[in-house]
C-alpha cells in the first residue's frame, strides 16, 4: 500500500517528523511517498531511513520538487 505526504512549504526538520509519525502506522511492505520543494528535507529523510534499514530513493519529479520513496521492508 502506498501512503502520501504532502509537504511541499514545510522546512526542515517538518517532514521527517511526518514520515516518523506516519511509519507508526504502515506494514511491512508499505511504501510512503513524500513530496517536498527542500532538497535538504529530502536528503535528511534519506539518511534517517537508511540508518533504520528502510530503503528509499529519491527523485527530482519537476523544478524543484522531489519525491522521496520510503519502503518498509
Not at 12 to 34: A, R, T
Not at 45 to 70: A, C, L, P, R, T
Request: aromatic share 6%; charged share 30%.
Amino acid at each position: 500500500m502506498k501512503h502520501f505526504i504532502n509537504s511541499v512549504g514545510d522546512i526542515c526538520p517538518v517532514p521527517l517528523f511526518k514520515v516518523e509519525e506516519k511509519l507508526k502506522n504502515i506494514q511491512k511492505g508499505d511504501v510512503i511517498v513524500l513530496d517536498t520543494d527542500h532538497s535538504c528535507a529530502a536528503i535528511n529523510i534519506k539518511n534517517e531511513m537508511s540508518k533504520k534499514g528502510f530503503k528509499v530513493k529519491i527523485k527530482e519529479i519537476d523544478n524543484g520538487i522531489w519525491q522521496v520513496y520510503i519502503k518498509k521492508s
